[in-house]
């Protein structure tokens, strides 16, 4: 089992940065890879970004050169720097974690960026 919590959702203006946070805990030696989605009102949840357990990241076109994903493993901390935040950036952003089997979520947080 492992546990993801999420912070560091709230509003800005477009333009400005957001940096979130997904805190791990339960059996974190499992997980093949970390990744950030997102799903706005009336669409389907996307990808946004993933990092592995090799360290090797991927990023949705839209987010490339504005976003950037790391992680701290002393803290089992995935962050994902938001910059240039755009109005279309606007919604709701999920932690997920991928063992060999399963997939875990976390609550979510909401991001929005006014124009």
């Known amino acids: 089992q492992v546990q993801l919590v999420e912070s560091g959702g709230g509003l800005v203006q477009a333009g400005g940065p957001l940096r979130l946070s997904c805190a791990a805990s339960?059996?974190?030696?499992?997980?093949?890879?970390t990744g950030w989605y997102r799903q706005a009102p009336g669409n389907q949840r996307e990808l946004v970004a993933r990092i592995t357990s090799a360290g090797r990241t991927y990023y949705a076109d839209s987010v490339k050169g504005r976003f950037t994903i790391s992680r701290d493993n002393a803290k089992n901390t995935v962050y994902l720097q938001m910059n240039s935040l755009k109005p279309e950036d606007t919604a709701v952003y999920y932690c997920?974690?991928?063992?060999?089997?399963?997939?875990?979520w976390g609550q979510g947080t909401q991001v929005t960026a006014s124009s």
């Open positions: 339960g059996s974190i030696g499992s997980i093949n890879a």
């Open positions: 997920n974690a991928v063992t060999g089997s399963v997939s875990y």
